[in-house]
C-alpha cells in the first residue's frame, strides 16, 4: 500500500516546517526545554501565532477559527510540531480530544462560543474521565452530576488529567443517572475551570508534565453545559476515542528519538559497529512501520471508515515501540545519556527524557493492555 500526499499538502507541509525554524518559533520552543524542574509550559505563544494563521486548527470551518482543510493537514502539523520539539500536549487535548467533541456533539451555541477561542490559541481545554477507582474502566466513573432546578450540580474528584492548571475549561464525563448498565446514565459537561467549587492540585510525576487531581464541589451547571444528550455520554466517547488513537503523534515522537541516536551514532563513530548497525536497522524498519500504519488510519478517518481494531494496532505499535527506542538510547548512550537538561553539564537531556516519558505514553488514551484486548477481542474474535 502507497500513501501519497498531494502537491497542495506537501506544501502546506514546508510551509508549517519554515514557520517552525523561525527564530522567534525556535526561541520559544528550545526555552520550554530548560524550564527548572516541575515547571511545564501552557499555553504556549508559537499556539497563538499558529492560530493567527488559522493552522492550530487547520481542519475546522472558517467560521470556527480553521481554513476547513482535511485531516491530512492536520496530522501534517501535529507531525512537524512533534518533529521540531514543539510540546504538542496543550494541542492535542485542546484541538484534537476536546475540539473534536464539540465539532462532533456540540450545539450551534457551544461551538460558537468555544471553538473559536481554541483555534486562535487564546484559550485551553482539559479532559476530566479518569477518577481514583476507576483506572482505565471508565464506565466505573462516581462523579455524579445531581439535578438542581433547570441544571445540575456536580460533586466528585477527578485524577491523571493533563494540563488542567492551565486549561480555561474541561470536557468532564459525569453519572446522571444511576443504571444495571454500568454504560449507560453518563453524561458530558463543559466544566469552567477558573471557577468557585473547583480546586485543580497538581501532583508531580516521572515525566516532565504533571498530573493534576481535580476536586468538583457542587459546582452548578445549566443545561446550556451539557454535551450530546443527558445519559448519551457513553456513545460520544465510543465515537471519539478512536480519533486520539491514531498513533500519529506517537510514531512521530519515536521517529525523532530515533534520528537523535541516529545522528549521535554517525557523530561519535558507533555506526561501524555491526552489533549497532544491526539494531538500529531494526528500529528504523519498526519507525517505519509505524509511520504508514497511522498514515493508514489518517487515510480511514478522511474516507469515513474508521474502526476501533485499527486504531488500537496503531497505538500499540507506536507507543511500545518509542519505549523500546527509549530504552536502547539510553543502552548506547552511556552515562551521558542518563543526563538530565537540568544538570549543570549543558546537555540536551533528550534520551533522558525520552525514557522517562515512554511508559506514561503506553497508558496514555488507553493503556496497552485494553488496545490488545481489544484487538484480541474485536479482530481476533479470541475472547468471545
Not at 45 to 53: A, Q, S
Amino acid at each position: 500500500m502507497r500513501f501519497a500526499f498531494t502537491e497542495e499538502q506537501e506544501e502546506f507541509r514546508r510551509e508549517v516546517r519554515a514557520f517552525l525554524a523561525e527564530d522567534r518559533v525556535r526561541k520559544a520552543a528550545d526555552s520550554v526545554h530548560r524550564l527548572p524542574p516541575r515547571e511545564e509550559p501552557g499555553n504556549l505563544d508559537v499556539y497563538r501565532w499558529l492560530g493567527e494563521k488559522r493552522w492550530l486548527a487547520v481542519n475546522w470551518p472558517e467560521e470556527y477559527g480553521g481554513l476547513g482543510r482535511g485531516v491530512v493537514e492536520k496530522s501534517i502539523l501535529t507531525e512537524e510540531l512533534i518533529r521540531a520539539r514543539v510540546p504538542d500536549l496543550v494541542h492535542i487535548v485542546s484541538i484534537d480530544i476536546v475540539g473534536s467533541v464539540l465539532m462532533m456533539a456540540g450545539t450551534e451555541a457551544q461551538k460558537a462560543a468555544r471553538l473559536p477561542a481554541l483555534a486562535s490559541g487564546e484559550q485551553n481545554a482539559a479532559v476530566l474521565y479518569t477518577e481514583p477507582q476507576a483506572g482505565s474502566d471508565l464506565a466505573a466513573l462516581q462523579t455524579r452530576a445531581e439535578p438542581d432546578g433547570d441544571g445540575w450540580r456536580l460533586h466528585g474528584r477527578k485524577v491523571y488529567s493533563l494540563k488542567t492548571q492551565f486549561a480555561d475549561f474541561a470536557l468532564c464525563a459525569a453519572r446522571t443517572t444511576t443504571s444495571e448498565v454500568a454504560f449507560h446514565g453518563i453524561t458530558l459537561f463543559l466544566v469552567p475551570l477558573r471557577t468557585p467549587g473547583v480546586q485543580v492540585r497538581t501532583v508531580p510525576n516521572l515525566t516532565d508534565e504533571q498530573f493534576c487531581d481535580v476536586t468538583l464541589d457542587g459546582i452548578r451547571l445549566s443545561r446550556d453545559d451539557v454535551v450530546g444528550d443527558v445519559d448519551g455520554g457513553w456513545q460520544v466517547l465510543n465515537e471519539v476515542l478512536p480519533v486520539e488513537r491514531t498513533g500519529l503523534e506517537f510514531q512521530a515522537k519515536a521517529r525523532r528519538l530515533l534520528d537523535e541516536i541516529l545522528r549521535r551514532a554517525a557523530a561519535d563513530g558507533s555506526l561501524d559497529d555491526p552489533a549497532h548497525q544491526q539494531k538500529l536497522v531494526e528500529l528504523d524498519a519498526h519507525a517505519r512501520a509505524a509511520h504508514l500504519m497511522a498514515w493508514q488510519v489518517i487515510s480511514r478517518i478522511r474516507a469515513g471508515d474508521l474502526d476501533g481494531v485499527s486504531t488500537a494496532m496503531s497505538k500499540l505499535y507506536a507507543t511500545e515501540l518509542f519505549k523500546r527506542i527509549s530504552a536502547y538510547g539510553l543502552e548506547v548512550g552511556g552515562l551521558e545519556a542518563t543526563l538530565s537538561a537540568w544538570d549543570a553539564s549543558g546537555a540536551a537531556g533528550t534520551r533522558e527524557a525520552a525514557h522517562r516519558e515512554g511508559t506514561g505514553i503506553t497508558l496514555s488514551a488507553g493503556t496497552s493492555e485494553i488496545m490488545r484486548y481489544l484487538i484480541a477481542s474485536e479482530s481476533l474474535r479470541l475472547l468471545s
